[in-house]
C-alpha cells in the first residue's frame, strides 16, 4: 500500500460519513457557501522521525471542525455530542484496509466551533534499491 495524505483524509471524511450520513464533510479550508452544520477536515502541524532501515515514522495532526448554526439554542449540547461521538468512532482510522490508531485525541469548543484535533502516526518506508547480500563469503564490500 501506497500511503498518502490524500487517502489518509478520504478516510477520515469517510469515517465521519458513516457516523454523520446527512452533515457535509469538506477538506477545503474554505467556508463561503458551505451549509451547517457541516464538518471541516485541516492538517495541523506534521512531522517525520527516522526509524531504522528505510522506514519513518510520520506524525500527521488533524483538526476536525464541527460548525453548527449560531442560532441554535442547544448548540453547545449539539457540540459535545459530536465530540463524544468522534471520541468512539476515531479511536483508529482505516485506511485501504489498515486500521491506524489515533492518538493525543482531545476536543475543545472554541468561538462556537469545535475542534476535535488528533494524531495519526504512521510508519512508512521508501523503496530501497541497495542490492541484498547473497552470502557473507560472496560479499567483499569494496575490500580486496
Not at 479550508?29 to 522506514?55: A, D, H, W
Request: glycine fraction near 4%; charged fraction near 25%; aromatic fraction near 12%.
Amino acid at each position: 500500500m501506497t500511503f498518502t495524505i490524500e487517502k489518509l483524509l478520504d478516510s477520515i471524511c469517510g469515517s465521519l460519513k458513516e457516523i454523520y450520513p446527512d452533515i457535509p464533510t469538506y477538506s477545503n479550508p474554505s467556508k463561503q457557501g458551505t451549509l451547517v452544520p457541516c464538518f471541516f477536515v485541516f492538517f495541523m502541524p506534521t512531522n517525520t522521525e527516522n526509524r531504522i532501515g528505510c522506514r519513518f515514522m510520520r506524525n500527521i495532526g488533524i483538526d476536525i471542525v464541527y460548525l453548527v448554526e449560531n442560532s441554535d439554542t442547544d448548540m453547545y449540547d449539539q457540540l459535545v455530542s459530536v465530540a463524544d461521538q468522534l471520541d468512539f468512532a476515531l479511536e483508529f482510522v482505516s485506511c485501504e484496509g489498515i486500521k491506524l490508531r489515533t492518538y493525543d485525541r482531545e476536543w475543545k469548543i472554541d468561538e462556537d466551533e469545535l475542534h476535535y484535533q488528533f494524531t495519526v502516526k504512521a510508519v512508512v518506508s521508501h523503496p530501497d534499491d541497495t542490492p541484498a547480500i547473497v552470502s557473507a563469503e560472496s560479499y567483499e564490500g569494496g575490500i580486496k
